[in-house]
């Protein structure tokens, strides 16, 4: 069955929360950020915990939003709002994130980058897929659109697009497992843990 793209209400719905909730979460990450920071240390979720966090926040997020905009159609339209709410308040978290990633955990969140640190990897990983399987995706659809309409059927398009989705997922699974093996590159690590002003050594589990 062809896919049912989202209503444009959802879109709009989505977008206004992604954006709106991405907006609290940056101003609460320049103003509150080390304190929130260090009260999540006082919660029992383990380095390798945030660290899945961050990956879903900058990974799955992104995933699950792509496909309820091109085939959010068939849910429900209370099922609908549902997910459009969890998908656009989990890409409004990247916000809290984003901060850290640029001038480092340790900067951003003082003694509050034990937790900052694994976020902020988790998230790296999540982001560097998302943008590597839409630029792919996107140039496999390209050229797909490109192709003769003699070749190409509406069930070449959709197998095409499932083909994609499947592999977004699969490239996903590869990098939480390489996240949670320690298989982050010395240069990042180095990276985290050298920022300026970071009041703390952030450790990193093997």
């Not at 429900?76 to 850290?100: D, E, K």
């Not at 995706?137 to 003769?148: D, E, F, I, K």
């Not at 070449?156 to 499932?162: C, D, I, M, V, Y």
């Not at 977004?168 to 590159?185: I, N």
């Amino acid at each position: 069955m062809p896919p049912q793209p989202l209503p444009p209400a959802g879109r709009a719905r989505l977008l206004q929360i992604a954006v709106g909730t991405g907006v609290v979460f940056g101003l609460l990450a320049q103003v509150a950020g080390p304190s929130i920071a260090e009260h999540l240390q006082g919660t029992p979720v383990t380095f390798e915990g945030w660290i899945v966090a961050g990956w879903i926040v900058g990974g799955p997020a992104y995933m699950v939003a792509m496909l309820l905009w091109i085939d959010g159609g068939r849910l429900s339209l209370r099922r609908r709002r549902q997910v459009v709410i969890v998908v656009g308040v989990a890409i409004g978290l990247s916000m809290f994130i984003l901060p850290a990633a640029v001038p480092g955990p340790g900067a951003a969140f003082g003694t509050g980058g034990i937790v900052g640190e694994p976020l902020t990897q988790g998230w790296l990983w999540g982001v560097a897929t998302t943008l590597v399987m839409a630029l792919y995706g996107s140039a496999v659809m390209v050229v797909l659109g490109r192709a003769p309409s003699s070749a190409t059927t509406p069930r070449h398009r959709e197998l095409t697009a499932r083909y994609i989705e499947v592999a977004w997922v699969v490239v996903l699974s590869l990098t939480l497992v390489a996240a949670l093996s320690g298989a982050t590159s010395g240069v990042l690590r180095e990276y985290l843990n050298s920022a300026p002003d970071a009041s703390v050594e952030i450790p990193v589990a093997v």
